[in-house]
């Protein structure tokens, strides 16, 4: 079946890394990026997961994981390199209820990690279901060479309409003909220009 695509607000979310490599390295920098809070389970870091300790950026324990770390989490991210490991973390998250993202398969997992393109507020995902993660980064690659800052601008300014707009109270119909046909023109112009900031 194919996964159900939702972008969650993960501000002030508590998040569970279970592993220190550089996979759980890259998860927590894109964690961070949205501003949740990062917990690490590991008994080894690596140096980009011990600056952030440093610097407070996210908290660890030291040592293997327990199901006991799992407690208080939003999500828990299965990143170590024992496969055993990280489907017990995956059995537990589901007795538990909490949402499981498993690096190494993501069948027994909830969720999955997708390649992302961001341009200002203008947030593309994109994903193979697991299935070639690599194709999902060259994908996300040929589009960043479409979509320039340019449509992150463009974006303020349609939002900035749309807030009026809705304040007018001229009814749902008519403020979807305006911003549709906003949308269009603002992407119609900036698919036309020869000045693009990649
Ligand atoms: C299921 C998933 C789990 C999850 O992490 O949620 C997963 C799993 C696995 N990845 C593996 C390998 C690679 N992963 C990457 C890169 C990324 N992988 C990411 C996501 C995901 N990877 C999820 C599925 C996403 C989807 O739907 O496609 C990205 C998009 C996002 C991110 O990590 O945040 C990030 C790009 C970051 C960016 O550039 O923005 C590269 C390419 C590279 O490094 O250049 C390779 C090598 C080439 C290759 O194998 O394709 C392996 C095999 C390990 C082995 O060989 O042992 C497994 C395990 C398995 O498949 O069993
Ligand atoms: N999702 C993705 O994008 C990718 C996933 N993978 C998979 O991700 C997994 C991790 O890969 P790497 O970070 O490269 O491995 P790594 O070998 O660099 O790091 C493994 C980490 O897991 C920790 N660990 C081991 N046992 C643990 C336990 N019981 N509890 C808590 N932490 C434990 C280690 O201390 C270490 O910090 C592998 O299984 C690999 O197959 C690999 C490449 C890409």
Redesign the pocket.
């Known amino acids: 079946m194919p996964?159900l695509p939702l972008n969650i607000d993960a501000e002030q979310r508590q998040i569970l890394v279970a592993g220190g490599g550089v996979?759980a390295a890259?998860?927590v920098?894109?964690l961070l990026e949205t501003g949740a809070r990062v917990h690490v389970v590991a008994p080894e870091l690596v140096t980009d997961l011990k600056v952030l300790v440093a610097a407070e950026s996210i908290t660890r324990r030291i040592g293997s994981y327990e199901r006991s770390d799992l407690k208080g989490h939003f999500l828990v991210?299965a990143?170590t390199n024992d496969v055993e490991v990280n489907r017990d973390i995956a059995a537990d998250a589901r007795a538990e209820g909490i949402l499981v993202?498993?690096?190494?398969?993501?069948r027994i997992?909830d969720?999955?990690?997708?390649?992302?393109l961001r341009r200002g507020k203008l947030e593309i995902s994109?994903?193979?279901?697991?299935?070639?993660?690599?194709?999902?980064?060259e994908v996300?690659?040929l589009i960043a060479g479409m979509i320039d800052v340019g449509y992150g601008l463009a974006l303020d300014q349609l939002a900035a309409e749309r807030e009026k707009l809705l304040t007018e109270g001229n009814g749902s119909t008519y403020n979807k003909k305006i911003m549709r046909s906003r949308a269009r023109e603002l992407i119609k112009q900036l698919a036309e220009r020869k000045d693009r900031v990649l």
Not at 101 to 106: E, F, I, K, Q
């Open positions: 996964y996979v890259r998860k920098r894109v991210v990143a993202a498993v690096a190494d398969d993501p997992g969720c999955l990690f997708p390649a992302i994109i994903s193979t279901a697991g299935t070639s993660p690599a194709f999902a980064v996300r690659n």
